[in-house]
């Protein structure tokens, strides 16, 4: 790092971020997260392009890095008028240091939200920088990350392994080759990356390119996917190769949780109609619906854990949708049931030793209502964590508040990132790591639990039910 980036001697981030402000829970809480602190990260659910490992290259710019993939970052800088093309989006030949620029002039924007502690973490504790982003250091910060980047120790496979990341797992659509995670698997390099089976692309009617991409699974599986009964196969195959490549997981980001039990005929006629094109929106709905308990089926058969991402209604804005694409933050969310939803799957399914469904929400009116009393009674239901809006220090405390009483701890399964900003990841479990410590040394400070007891929790909530949930 050159000396232009130690601009002063306070610090970015305090030591005691999070913990409680009393003094008589504050000592409980540090001794507590000292336990786990240095804890491998296991990040069983992401976005990070599988590629940086197989390739190893440097990073191309600090724009590149750190703001391009980041739709926390674009959401906020666009709700203040900053258009897209400004930030580089949608524009071949944008210039990063003007892009940067924009972006250290308005970081107070970021003041008090999640994506304020991961920036400043990893700019303290990855960069070493001592002064906070602004106007006046953006230049200092380009020029300093610029020159980091461009060395060995911060190419991809030796930040995986100086961020002591055990497994990182993406999130990889039905027909990609999983060239990138072949190469992983094939070279010297001991990093664990693994596939997750995403296939909405080929079960969502919504989705773009929906019948290509089932053509195109039936190209790459020699199933005739234009019936049911190959179509179902295909997608058999499908899993059995990931499977074959590492993969322990899917993933489903349906709009609602809806689910259906059809009869074969029933599923039948629906599916001509959905490859035809000639389906309305409510049956749409329904082939989500079915294919999310087929999917169940599958799991139960091959032991793939299922995860389901509901309630996102995805590309709000039509507008940036049709210019720049999805995955750019223009996704809201809305009310989900699950009680009603996932009945007609569960109860198929809900009592098979062999499944594992994770639930996740975006809707926290259904924590104590819907969620933690379902996880607290069926054998296959766990809870995911505050995801994506609620991935935050208010919305984990609200998750502990909410589901513990009901779920218990054993109901849930520890901590996913969910990020394509590679460089935030341990920033974001460090996040959590705090909160669960804060949360459990009130416990203690109000004798519910013994300390010891704490800390092995704590520890179960850092490595050992993402483990036991995910089959790492």
Not at 85 to 97: A, F, K, Q
Not at 362 to 380: F, I, K, Q, V, W
Not at 446 to 467: C, I, N, S
């Amino acid at each position: 790092m050159s000396k232009t980036t130690m601009l002063s001697t306070h610090q970015l981030l305090h030591d005691d971020t999070l913990f409680p402000a009393d003094a008589s829970i504050l000592p409980i809480a540090q001794r507590l997260y000292a336990t786990v602190r240095e804890l491998p990260i296991i990040s069983p659910h992401g976005h990070t392009n599988a590629r940086w490992f197989a390739d190893d290259e440097a990073f191309p710019n600090p724009t590149a890095l750190l703001i391009i993939p980041d739709h926390y970052v674009l959401r906020m800088l666009y709700s203040q008028g900053i258009p897209m093309e400004s930030l580089g989006i949608g524009v071949n030949d944008y210039d990063p240091r003007a892009v940067w620029r924009i972006f250290a002039k308005n970081y107070f924007l970021f003041r008090g939200t999640p994506s304020r502690m991961w920036l400043d973490y990893t700019f303290s504790r990855v960069f070493g920088f001592t002064e906070r982003l602004s106007e006046k250091t953006a230049d200092e910060y380009y020029d300093g990350i610029s020159e980091t980047i461009a060395r060995p120790e911060f190419r991809p496979r030796a930040l995986f392994d100086r961020f002591r990341i055990e497994v990182l797992t993406t999130t990889d659509a039905p027909n990609d080759s999983l060239e990138d995670i072949q190469k992983i698997r094939k070279s010297s390099w001991k990093g664990r990356v693994l596939p997750a089976f995403r296939p909405d692309p080929v079960v969502d009617p919504d989705f773009a390119g929906f019948r290509e991409n089932i053509i195109r699974l039936g190209e790459i599986t020699g199933e005739d996917t234009s019936q049911w009964k190959g179509y179902l196969r295909a997608l058999q195959a499908r899993r059995a190769f990931f499977k074959s490549q590492g993969a322990t997981s899917t993933d489903h980001g349906h709009p609602t949780a809806q689910t259906a039990d059809l009869s074969t005929a029933e599923a039948e006629v629906l599916f001509i109609k959905i490859f035809s094109g000639r389906a309305d929106a409510a049956e749409q709905e329904l082939f989500r619906a079915q294919m999310l308990t087929e999917m169940a089926r599958m799991s139960v058969e091959d032991g793939l854990v299922m995860q389901l991402h509901p309630g996102s209604v995805r590309n709000h804005n039509l507008l940036i949708f049709k210019k720049f694409g999805r995955d750019i933050g223009a996704d809201i969310p809305q009310k989900t049931d699950y009680v009603n939803a996932l009945r007609p799957l569960l109860s198929r399914f809900g009592n098979e030793a062999n499944f594992t469904l994770i639930l996740f929400t975006l809707d926290e009116t259904n924590y104590s209502r819907e969620l933690a009393p379902m996880a607290g009674h069926y054998p296959c239901l766990r809870l995911g964590p505050p995801w994506w809006f609620h991935d935050s220090p208010e919305g984990m405390m609200r998750f502990r508040e909410q589901a513990t009483e009901s779920a218990g701890f054993y109901n849930t399964v520890g901590f996913n990132d969910d990020t394509r900003a590679f460089l935030s990841i341990p920033a974001r479990h460090d996040v959590a790591r705090r909160i669960d410590s804060a949360f459990l040394a009130r416990l203690v400070s109000q004798h519910r639990l013994e300390e010891e007891e704490a800390y092995d929790v704590l520890h179960d909530l850092t490595v050992g039910l993402v483990k036991k949930a995910y089959r790492l």
